[in-house]
């Protein structure tokens, strides 16, 4: 896990970026339009603060991972909190750390931007990151609904 580093997604980045979100994407059947891509690619590039944020993790200079998160406001907290929306590995890179060090890189932008609170979704599923997130985080009793 040594060689594993976290950074910011970058300008041309987009390439690598694209193929590990489709990866993410695939894994939960769902296909997007290239328009999508760009949107989402270049909103995290942006500078508005409440736009989503997305960081890579590397092996060496190979992107293996990464991770989407945003903050927004809470009616029920003084400060904002955020939301970890997408997060992926590469399945010969699970179970060594990666998934990890992606959500502990959006606990610490987190904490620097001063939102104690992060929060996400997962479907009930997906077991083998569910062994991940209840050593990182705790399973609430929420269930989500939707607009049909």
């Known amino acids: 896990m040594s060689s594993i580093t976290i950074r910011p997604i970058q300008p041309d980045d987009y390439a690598q970026w694209a193929e590990l979100w489709r990866g993410y994407l695939t894994f939960y059947e769902t296909t997007l339009p290239d328009e999508v891509y760009q949107s989402s690619f270049d909103r995290m590039l942006g500078d508005d603060p409440r736009d989503f944020s997305g960081m890579l993790a590397l092996d060496g200079d190979r992107p293996v991972g990464l991770v989407h998160y945003l903050f927004h406001r809470h009616g029920w907290k003084v400060e904002e909190v955020c939301y970890l929306q997408d997060l992926f590995t590469l399945p010969d890179m699970r179970g060594r750390g990666v998934g990890r060090a992606l959500i ?35 399973l609430t009793p929420f269930i989500k609904y939707q607009r049909t």
């Open 104 to 138: 502990e890189a959006v606990y610490d932008a987190a904490d620097a931007y001063g939102a104690p609170s992060v929060y996400w979704l997962t479907q009930d599923f997906n077991a083998s990151a569910r062994i991940l997130y209840d050593q990182v985080g705790t």
